[in-house]
């Protein structure tokens, strides 16, 4: 048996309470995981991310196999040890960065080749390569290589798309050296195209994956045709794995995944919008740097346990990002991350009181409450984008 | 009576050990103060800060009127909850930063007038008005307004501008407001002419202070020089009064001071240095950024107690700064103020002791045994140049 593993709790409507279950411990689901690029979650120790409540945290194959090279993370014995993170890590494939960071992208049958965005330097990438870079970087959660197929995309094109991502997947399939408590996840493709969101799938679960994720989604399609896309795909996932929404999202898209049973994210928006003032609170979004906030002895969010809101106020933090001081970003991307981890902790606890409705009216309902400040939430954000 | 105090504990030679106490709380002496500019030690929190040892930061009076503004900081309750730091606080008069940073410095009897070198605004500083900030501020120990004689300086000027320090050191006495737990330190100026030194120090013991500070060194003089300042100095300084060498300074300049009385110290070097990639080390100091740490899995100083040695590899912190990453800075920073404080710590243990010569020995010894990669230690080092 591979030791990994997912199981089903509860539910409510399409709503699912799981728990996955890796050699490096287990996620309980919805979950999110934050973003750490290059290892390291931005302006966070581990322990601030731990402190968070996150289980899990998402490293990038493109990004790690040019700086410092997935060889050198073997050698010092993989990422975990590498970043001081001894709970499970999600590697992506690098298909994705490279559509949207390297230059001179040829994609072939084979892979993609391409320029480092950082010194030209010339990479391959197959789906053997980047399988075999994750399992360098020891991740516990390895992504299929695929293409994310750009937004927009005709039929035809998206459908050529997803195919060769479907055979890349085969061949990730097959290039997965198991391990126990190592898991694999396949990536649903097909843009906006239900019956290639439906192809897809099938695809997938015929070769057999430990999880299958969503791909192709935060570009730029909008939130309804997102939801919908979710909705199209949901039924043809099997109900005893692991589904997860890649680069989603905004709160309120997360909260709406989760009703249409997705069980685990990942975004940049909570650790990069720390870095650009923008805070999450369960009224909306404030912008710190906004002069509103320069005498205001509050906390951020009364409602929150993280040290921003309960040692600083909102002058204060105002106050770091004026004079850019690296203590700003620290602050907010530590609120932000518990932001988003409460939130998953609430819509479990809703999920499992069979309450979820009532939550996700409520939480749309608060949202407007508060003039959102921030423009953090208007763009599609995926990592590395 | 005052509720501020000084208790000499021991003494080592000219080496003291000694005790300050505020009314927020004792500071054990040598102390190192580690520097908090725009009330925040750049890159930790203030946790991050009480963990490696510091029970006293320095604030910066210049940077703190400019921005948020002394007002402004009294009306959120003072720079303790501001800053979320409750213990002593030191602030520094403005005058250095003035002369260092701001535009169109013009100085009279009364004071100094100059623009902002942040935004070109006029603002003025006189004895009367740095000491009023500063208990705005609510500083816990306040410094006296003083003109840092320029280096170099004839004698001519240096006596010109020691005797204006000294008109403006009674004035901020007889500014300054008592009350109990809070103290108000004079600066002995004089440049390199101990005639000066001495007759700086006995206007500032007649006029009588809560604590001395030796200013107007480690601006370019050289290690002999300020050592021998400081034997000139020390004489004349009251035995129950603590002793403050400001702005300094590299390890070895602090392990001289405190073989010559000195009790307190304050130096962006071990901040400063945590953002460039200089970490001071048990046998001298090593530049993160050079390649041949990029595959060394040890630690940065396998003697070091604090997070960055105890949790990474020089192969992770060297990764940290090659992508420019935030917790590059973090953790060297946290390393390099627990170096300091651990440093303090040896010298107050060796002073009880009475082994403080035989540690100054080691210490330069060891210092010498290991090829020196940084460039952090060259320069002099003040708060704000």
Request: glycine fraction near 10%; charge should be neutral; hydrophobic fraction near 40%.
């Amino acid at each position: 048996m591979s030791g990994f593993g997912f199981a089903l709790l509860a539910r409510d409507g399409a709503a699912r309470r799981g728990r996955v279950t890796t050699g490096r411990g287990t996620i309980e689901t919805p979950a999110f995981m934050p973003v750490g690029t290059a290892a390291t979650v931005k302006a966070q120790t581990p322990e601030d991310v731990r402190a968070t409540g996150a289980e899990i945290v998402l490293c990038n194959t493109y990004h790690l196999m040019l700086r410092p090279g997935a060889e050198r993370v073997a050698k010092l014995g993989g990422l975990h040890p590498f970043m001081n993170w001894p709970g499970p890590i999600l590697t992506d494939s690098g298909g994705f960065q490279v559509m949207s960071l390297a230059a001179l992208r040829k994609i072939t049958e084979e892979g993609v080749t391409f320029q480092s965005h950082l010194d030209g330097s010339r990479h391959a990438l197959t789906p053997e390569r980047s399988i075999d870079i994750q399992r360098l970087l020891d991740a516990d959660i390895t992504m299929a290589f695929d293409e994310c197929t750009p937004f927009p995309a005709t039929e035809a094109e998206a459908a050529q798309s997803m195919r060769l991502s479907m055979r890349w997947a085969a061949r990730s399939r097959a290039a997965f050296v198991e391990r126990p408590g190592y898991g694999l996840f396949g990536i649903v493709q097909g843009s906006v195209y239900p019956a290639q969101r439906e192809e897809s799938a099938k695809s997938l679960t015929g070769i057999g994956f430990d999880g299958y994720a969503v791909g192709g989604l935060a570009v730029g399609e909008g939130a309804e045709t997102m939801k919908k896309m979710i909705e199209t795909t949901e039924p043809f996932l099997p109900a005893d794995r692991p589904r997860y929404l890649m680069g989603v999202g905004k709160p309120g898209d997360i909260v709406a995944a989760v009703t249409r049973g997705i069980d685990m994210f990942d975004c940049v928006l909570p650790t990069r919008s720390g870095r650009t003032a923008q805070a999450f609170v369960r009224t909306g979004t404030l912008n710190l740097r906004n002069a509103r906030h320069a005498e205001d002895p509050g906390p951020l969010d009364p409602e929150c346990r993280c040290p921003a809101c309960r040692n600083y106020s909102r002058a204060y933090l105002h106050h770091l990002i004026r004079t850019e001081e690296i203590l700003g970003p620290m602050l907010l991307t530590r609120h932000n991350l518990t932001y988003y981890q409460d939130l998953m902790a609430e819509l479990r606890g809703a999920i499992e009181a069979g309450t979820l409705a009532v939550y996700a009216a409520d939480f749309a309902r608060r949202q407007q409450a508060d003039a959102t400040e921030a423009d953090a939430t208007t763009a599609p954000e995926r990592p590395g984008v």
